[in-house]
């Protein structure tokens, strides 16, 4: 079975710059969700979806941050304008109930330059 | 505040050391419970889970963990670890839905395995 699959694997930018992030969830899971993971904070979730519909993104840091889940397959994360402290590697992950164990994806590794 | 907590961040073992750590959580009611591994460079995979029944656990790998409520703690162990279990460790607890549902994960333990 394909897993979680996310776009870029890696990702070099000049701050300022816009960076998208894509995930494809696994096929009939309901939910999706965006975490952040880096040394000082560990993992952060930053929102998540269920049946398409942003269901908390409280934990989105800030207005540069936006989400989208236009349907069941594709979700982007989007980054406007990138800052340097936005470096971090972002993981998708997917589950079929709110709490079935979470399939991740390999992660995006986000560099800020 | 609402937390999970894992008590050490780096864990250092020589191969065939016994392994237990430790994870605490502050909810009160009803919790699902995991425990995420990451692999160096990988993403996070499920060891093992506890939603309700027998306290007591077994995952992936010879992995398991003990639910304890009265101690509100999900503890991972292994008799015997190798060096292929270098990684870092997650505990994670969700909630019932209607009091936000989502996965809240512990800080890590990273843990060293010397051959």
């Known amino acids: 079975d394909a897993g979680v699959i996310q776009s870029p694997r890696h990702e070099v930018t000049e701050m300022g710059q816009e960076v998208t992030l894509r995930c494809k969830p696994i096929s009939g899971h309901d939910y999706l969700f965006w975490y952040r993971q880096t040394m000082m904070r560990g993992l952060e979730l930053l929102i998540y979806f269920n049946n398409n519909v942003p269901i908390d993104d409280s934990g989105m840091p800030e207005d540069r941050f936006s989400a989208k889940m236009p349907n069941a397959s594709f979700s982007t994360l989007k980054i406007q304008p990138s800052e340097p402290r936005d470096s971090a590697v972002y993981f998708c992950a997917s589950s079929p109930q709110y709490n079935q164990p979470q399939h991740f994806g390999d992660g995006t590794r986000l560099s800020i330059l | 505040a609402q937390s999970v907590s894992q008590h050490n961040h780096h864990v250092i073992l020589s191969e065939a050391a016994s392994l237990e750590l430790g994870c605490n959580y502050s909810?009160?009611?009803?919790?699902?419970l995991f425990w995420y591994v990451q692999y160096p460079g990988q993403h996070l995979q499920l060891l093992l889970k506890?939603?309700?029944?027998?306290?007591l656990v077994k995952g992936i790998k010879g992995f398991e963990a003990e639910f304890i409520k009265s101690k509100f703690s999900f503890n991972l162990r292994k008799p015997s670890v190798q060096w292929s279990d270098t990684a870092e460790y997650f505990c994670a607890v969700t909630r019932d839905y209607n009091q936000g549902g989502k996965l809240i994960f512990g800080q890590g333990t990273e843990l060293s395995v010397k051959p």
């Open positions: 909810y009160g009611g009803t919790v699902n």
């Open positions: 506890y939603f309700s029944g027998d306290p």
